[in-house]
């Protein structure tokens, strides 16, 4: 931590000495796992050693990869940039303007500071994410999402969109009404319109640059509905694990465990689906691929629109509907599996080692509730393969097959990304099962509230989501580091011709 200081400090002299501004940040030490270890009064001490106009940028909104501008000095250590969205959102406004004398933004920097951890000004729970986070996605494109089941609202806040892109609600809207509940006899009955609110980030119809936050009101909350599960724990879901581990639970709809929480990752994706199909003609798309014991041939992403199912194969479809009516008759659940795919996806996304794009992007998967594995290519199925029909051939004509799943060595290669993610079934069943009192009794429960009877045909959308959030975030990582890059060997196309 101290090296960490003195050489910010030394940063800081050198830029200001030009008389250029410096990004300064309230944390310390950057932890493996991509956290910053924060230490007291870091902001302050910086201050007191260079009382010169240092400008907090990152208080202004404008915080970003660099500590100093000075010669093109980087700062090479990474911002955490959700810690900076929290700051950034409890401060609210700039709190310094560009022109305050050393005094004055020493005094106002320093109140804030201690103020924050003196616990004036900002909410307990401002501190408490900010060490514990998992409540934010990506490290340039950073979504934080918020809310609980039967709280008012849901929802998240963006950050790091590039500026100037033609957004609309209704361009939101479409995504999450492909997601929403009580669409079908299929899925669960709860009635919530998911109409989402713009609440900031933009200006005349584009986005500005600065964090773009959407609301999603709460509308048909049945508290009543989970009474029975206050004193209890359903066997498979998170009630036994978020009371052991926070000692508080929000019982109603399994408050935040609960899948209304990746509305708000629907919303944050349709952003990005945004961005990516303007700038690189990309888009990701999903299907089911089995619906428990059923598997779903392949036919055409034309069908997936047409039915509950979101199934490529249209003849399948009354084969599922026979199925699943059987699950709700017998008050049980079943799994399923979901493809994934991006296609026009540049080759060179990926920052090998640790955030290496197949990394990211089952980081990303495994985030979505009742995820138990994710496949890129091939996946498991590479087990029983020989090298010679594994490794994808290249032609200059393109490649000839693609087990890779578009990436390799943790890079995009230019081909389709394709993941699938096994979902397990629905825990909240009216059958009868085991479980335990709070005190340690033995307890039987039962679930009568409104639950998805196959969770897998509502995740569709959501896994498309999370890999365009993903996608996206690692387009701005590879065109702040290797954007101009340039390799004389021609991109091959993802996939030859015939092939
Ligand atoms: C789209 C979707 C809808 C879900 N709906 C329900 C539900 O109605 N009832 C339920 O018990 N679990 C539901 N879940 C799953 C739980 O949120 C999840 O199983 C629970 O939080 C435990 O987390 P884990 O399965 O990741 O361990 C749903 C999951 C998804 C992806």
């Given at each position: 931590m101290l090296r960490c200081l003195e050489r910010a400090y030394k940063e800081c002299a050198k830029a200001l000495a030009e008389g250029d501004l410096v990004c300064i940040f309230p944390e310390g030490k950057l932890k493996r796992d991509g956290e910053m270890n924060p230490f007291r009064h870091g902001i302050t001490e910086i201050l007191k050693r260079h009382p010169a106009p240092v400008v907090p940028m990152a208080l202004r909104g404008l915080w970003g990869s660099v500590l100093s501008r000075h010669e093109d000095a980087q700062w090479p250590r990474p911002i955490h940039r959700g810690a900076m969205t929290r700051l950034t959102l409890a401060v609210g406004e700039p709190i310094v303007p560009e022109d305050a004398t050393p005094q004055h933004l020493q005094e106002v920097v320093s109140a804030a500071i201690d103020g924050a951890w003196h616990n004036s000004n900002f909410p307990d729970t401002f501190f408490r994410s900010t060490l514990m986070s998992g409540n934010t996605l990506g490290t340039l494109f950073t979504v934080t999402n918020f809310g609980e089941s039967h709280g008012p609202a849901i929802g998240c806040?963006?950050?790091?969109?590039?500026?100037?892109?033609?957004?609309?609600?209704a361009d939101i809207q479409i995504e999450l009404d492909r997601r929403r509940p009580g669409t079908s006899r299929h899925v669960t009955q709860r009635q919530e319109a998911d109409q989402v609110e713009i609440l900031s980030g933009m200006f005349e119809g584009v986005t500005?640059?600065?964090?773009?936050?959407?609301?999603?009101?709460?509308?048909?909350?049945?508290?009543?509905?989970?009474?029975?599960?206050?004193?209890?724990?359903?066997?498979?879901?998170?009630?036994?694990?978020?009371?052991?581990?926070?000692?508080?639970?929000?019982?109603?709809?399994?408050?935040?465990?609960?899948?209304?929480?990746?509305?708000?990752?629907v919303a944050a994706g349709a952003v990005a689906k945004t961005w990516l199909r303007e700038n690189f003609g990309l888009e990701t798309r999903g299907c089911i691929s089995a619906l428990g014991e059923i598997e779903i041939p392949f036919v055409d992403w034309k069908y997936v629109p047409d039915n509950p199912f979101f199934s490529p194969n249209e003849e399948i479809v009354p084969r599922l509907e026979e199925y699943m009516d059987g699950f709700r008759k017998d008050g049980d659940s079943v799994g399923a599996r979901i493809e994934v795919v991006a296609t026009g996806?540049?080759?060179?996304?990926?920052?090998?080692?640790?955030?290496?794009?197949?990394?990211?992007?089952?980081?990303?998967?495994?985030?979505?509730n009742a995820v138990k594995a994710v496949e890129i290519g091939a996946g498991f199925a590479s087990v029983a393969q020989r090298g010679s029909q594994h490794g994808d051939e290249m032609t200059p004509e393109g490649f000839a097959t693609n087990n890779a799943g578009g990436i390799l060595g943790g890079i995009s290669s230019g081909q389709e990304i394709t993941v699938s993610i096994a979902i397990k079934p629905t825990s909240s069943i009216r059958t009868s099962r085991q479980s335990i009192h709070k005190d340690g009794a033995p307890a039987t429960v039962e679930i009568f509230g409104r639950h998805d009877p196959c969770l897998g045909i509502r995740a569709t959308p959501i896994a498309e989501a999370l890999l365009a959030l993903v996608l996206m975030d690692h387009a701005l990582r590879h065109r702040a580091q290797c954007g101009d890059v340039v390799v004389g060997t021609p991109k091959i196309a993802a996939r030859a011709p015939g092939k």
């Amino acid at each position: 931590m101290l090296r960490c200081l003195e050489r910010a400090y030394k940063e800081c002299a050198k830029a200001l000495a030009e008389g250029d501004l410096v990004c300064i940040f309230p944390e310390g030490k950057l932890k493996r796992d991509g956290e910053m270890n924060p230490f007291r009064h870091g902001i302050t001490e910086i201050l007191k050693r260079h009382p010169a106009p240092v400008v907090p940028m990152a208080l202004r909104g404008l915080w970003g990869s660099v500590l100093s501008r000075h010669e093109d000095a980087q700062w090479p250590r990474p911002i955490h940039r959700g810690a900076m969205t929290r700051l950034t959102l409890a401060v609210g406004e700039p709190i310094v303007p560009e022109d305050a004398t050393p005094q004055h933004l020493q005094e106002v920097v320093s109140a804030a500071i201690d103020g924050a951890w003196h616990n004036s000004n900002f909410p307990d729970t401002f501190f408490r994410s900010t060490l514990m986070s998992g409540n934010t996605l990506g490290t340039l494109f950073t979504v934080t999402n918020f809310g609980e089941s039967h709280g008012p609202a849901i929802g998240c806040v963006i950050d790091g969109c590039p500026p100037g892109m033609a957004l609309t609600e209704a361009d939101i809207q479409i995504e999450l009404d492909r997601r929403r509940p009580g669409t079908s006899r299929h899925v669960t009955q709860r009635q919530e319109a998911d109409q989402v609110e713009i609440l900031s980030g933009m200006f005349e119809g584009v986005t500005t640059g600065t964090p773009i936050a959407l609301l999603i009101r709460n509308t048909d909350q049945r508290s009543k509905d989970y009474g029975n599960i206050a004193q209890t724990f359903r066997p498979g879901h998170a009630d036994y694990t978020y009371w052991q581990k926070y000692g508080v639970r929000d019982y109603r709809g399994g408050g935040r465990s609960s899948a209304r929480m990746t509305a708000p990752t629907v919303a944050a994706g349709a952003v990005a689906k945004t961005w990516l199909r303007e700038n690189f003609g990309l888009e990701t798309r999903g299907c089911i691929s089995a619906l428990g014991e059923i598997e779903i041939p392949f036919v055409d992403w034309k069908y997936v629109p047409d039915n509950p199912f979101f199934s490529p194969n249209e003849e399948i479809v009354p084969r599922l509907e026979e199925y699943m009516d059987g699950f709700r008759k017998d008050g049980d659940s079943v799994g399923a599996r979901i493809e994934v795919v991006a296609t026009g996806v540049p080759v060179g996304l990926g920052e090998p080692l640790y955030d290496r794009l197949d990394a990211d992007i089952a980081h990303a998967m495994m985030g979505l509730n009742a995820v138990k594995a994710v496949e890129i290519g091939a996946g498991f199925a590479s087990v029983a393969q020989r090298g010679s029909q594994h490794g994808d051939e290249m032609t200059p004509e393109g490649f000839a097959t693609n087990n890779a799943g578009g990436i390799l060595g943790g890079i995009s290669s230019g081909q389709e990304i394709t993941v699938s993610i096994a979902i397990k079934p629905t825990s909240s069943i009216r059958t009868s099962r085991q479980s335990i009192h709070k005190d340690g009794a033995p307890a039987t429960v039962e679930i009568f509230g409104r639950h998805d009877p196959c969770l897998g045909i509502r995740a569709t959308p959501i896994a498309e989501a999370l890999l365009a959030l993903v996608l996206m975030d690692h387009a701005l990582r590879h065109r702040a580091q290797c954007g101009d890059v340039v390799v004389g060997t021609p991109k091959i196309a993802a996939r030859a011709p015939g092939k």
